[in-house]
């Protein structure tokens, strides 16, 4: 499906318009937004029909999420942009033409980025030209989708601090799970922001985009809110790193405390054993056996001499 829209020389806004409109009043535009949205067989002619882009352009836009780059053919500019959605974390590219008289979006998934950009390039104030120009409109599309990649890194750093709070009280491996599964989604996202970064980085840094100067602002800023959402990343993957180193030195002194308390048990009843293991034996001539208070006087040697290693064991502080 397409979606056009177009600005006059008069800076007026139209909407709802057609390939037909633009063949035919394109003198009358100053430049427009062509949106291909899930587009048909018949629709993808167009981009080498009717716009003639490279071929390695349109190579890239049909062949599924290339990393997000920028490459220049004559005086068109193409980029591919990734979109994420923040409950899923499923990836989905948009790819983007701009020249002077036109803007060229394309993506195979629903993009309410998309839409959101050409709402606002339609709410621009007919005074205001600076953003009613492509280069704008490729700044709003940017921002857009740099926007929506916040709830999904917030939506990560709440579940750390959950974990963080449920560490003392989970046990076994559900808490090594909750935390690499964590890893995993931030490994994810970090796929996704830091090619776009080093994206707007390499935008910033051109010398091949007409007007981008008056724009750099614009541009600059779409940057900074990538560069914290790298922090971010980082930042949570070394706290995940730090609740799971947390989480084994509690599992290894809780087994250290277990193996100390098993160690003074066995300690204690290894004499005993000894003592029972020497009176159990099947000798005649031993005259202990024959001894009438012998039973009694054997439990009780068994009993003090217990009690006097769990003391002793006590105070070297072997049960703190």
């Known amino acids: 499906m397409l979606s056009i829209i ?101 993506h195979t998934h629903q993009s309410p980025e998309v839409r959101a950009a050409m709402d606002k390039v339609l709410a621009a104030p007919s005074s ?8 704008h409109a490729a700044y709003h599309l940017m921002d857009e989708l740099v926007d929506r990649y916040f709830p999904a890194v917030y939506a990560i750093d709440d579940q750390l601090a959950e974990r963080e709070i449920e560490n003392s009280e989970r046990t076994g491996t559900a808490m090594l799970d909750a935390l690499f599964g964590i890893r995993s989604k931030l490994l994810h996202l970090r796929k996704t922001i830091n090619p776009m970064r080093d994206l707007l980085y390499r935008i910033l840094g051109s010398d091949r985009i007409d007007e981008l100067q008056g724009h750099r602002a614009f541009f600059t800023d779409v940057h900074d809110h990538l560069l914290k959402l790298s922090e971010l990343i980082d930042s949570s993957r070394e706290m995940t790193a730090d609740l799971r180193d947390s989480y084994m030195s509690y599992s290894s002194n809780r087994m250290n405390s277990i193996m100390k308390t098993l160690t003074v048990i066995t300690t204690i009843f290894m004499p ?36 006097l290693m769990y003391l002793w064991f006590k105070r070297k502080g072997w049960f703190d």
């Open 6 to 106: 177009a600005v006059t020389h008069k800076q007026e806004k139209l909407i709802n318009l057609t390939m037909d409109d633009i063949r035919e009043n394109s003198g009358d535009y100053e430049w427009y937004w062509v949106d291909f949205d899930q587009p048909s067989d018949q629709e993808i002619e167009l981009l080498s029909s009717w716009f003639h882009f490279h071929p390695l352009a349109i190579e890239d836009c049909l062949h599924r999420l290339q990393r997000p780059k920028m490459d220049h053919y004559g005086d068109t500019h193409f980029f591919v942009l990734h979109a994420l959605q923040p409950e899923s974390l499923f990836v989905h590219e948009v790819n983007l033409f701009l020249n002077a008289n036109f803007v060229v979006t394309f």
């Open 128 to 135: 205001d030209v600076k953003r009613l120009k492509p280069l």
């Open 272 to 307: 005993l054993t000894f003592i029972a293991g020497i009176y159990g034996m099947n000798f005649d001539h031993m005259p202990e056996l024959h001894w009438r208070t012998g039973y009694a006087d054997v439990l009780i040697l068994m009993v003090v001499l217990g009690m």
